[in-house]
């Protein structure tokens, strides 16, 4: 596709286009991530919830991932790459998606913005969710999903009402494997090392919003609505 072709179809797509929530384990990127979908109308994209969903499924690519999830070290990026470059061609990414942890390291934010020019979309708008590491810890240790519907809850900060178990739908809550301190040391690690620079390669590349992760959700959610809100306005739909 031509340049100006791609330009003019990027103009033409409605909705509010890739959105990249970036930020350590524990920083709340999913939590965000699905107050934005149920706003938007655009599917989270979490290749962590993917690979999860290929575990379970005994297939072979979860049984790729599974010695480097196990671990907490990242999946390799060609892995991350062949799932996906699939998904984004769903129906229900026609108006944008909300990307949770993708992309990890430069080479999958390089890719991205491949994958995105070659759909006619314009480079994402990436959100970097800050919070120190103290606190990170206690976010991660303290988490807890539903299996059921996906809310995540967390046992010193947003308790659910009756304890161990989802205030929507009564399933008992569970914890991930991979939020015991030993892999949370190394998932942190892999955060710093490889998903770092990815923050600074948007820096450089624009769209780039850095927010203050440790105040409520709820807060952070209401600064996020404003920021796309704002975004649509510039770009011309209605808010
Ligand atoms: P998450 O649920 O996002 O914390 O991801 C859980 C695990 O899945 C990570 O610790 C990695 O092993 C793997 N993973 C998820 N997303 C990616 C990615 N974009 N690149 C590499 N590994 C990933």
């Excluded at 990242?74 to 990307?99: Q, S, T, W, Y």
């Excluded at 450089?204 to 996020?224: A, E, H, Y």
Aim: glycine residues 8%; proline residues 6%.
């Amino acid at each position: 596709m031509e340049g100006g072709q791609r330009k003019q179809m990027a103009q033409a797509r409605p909705g509010i286009g890739a959105i990249v929530l970036l930020g350590a384990p524990g920083a709340g990127k999913g939590t965000q991530a699905k107050a934005l979908e149920a706003r938007y109308d655009v599917p989270q994209i979490s290749t962590g919830d993917m690979f999860r969903a290929h575990l379970t499924l005994c297939t072979k690519l979860g049984q790729q991932a599974k010695e480097y999830m196990v671990r907490g070290s990242l999946v390799p990026d060609e892995i991350v790459h062949n799932m996906v470059a699939d998904r984004f061609l769903a129906p229900d990414c026609e108006k944008g998606m909300i990307l949770d942890g993708y992309p990890r390291t430069v080479v999958q934010a390089e890719d991205l913005t491949k994958t995105l020019n070659n759909m006619g979309w314009p480079s994402p708008l990436v959100v970097y969710l800050a919070l120190d590491y103290n606190l990170l810890l206690q976010r991660l240790t303290g988490r807890r999903t539903c299996p059921q519907c996906g809310r995540i809850y967390n046992i010193y900060l947003q308790p659910p009402a009756a304890e161990g178990i989802c205030d929507l739908d009564s399933s008992p809550l569970v914890m991930r494997k991979d939020d015991r301190e030993e892999v949370i040391r190394e998932r942190l690690r892999a955060f710093t090392e490889q998903t770092r620079p990815v923050a600074k390669y948007y820096r450089q590349v624009g769209r780039f919003n850095k927010l203050d992760g440790s105040r409520s959700p709820d807060v952070i959610t209401q600064d996020l609505f404003s920021l796309l809100d704002a975004e649509r306005k510039n770009n011309g739909a209605a808010a």
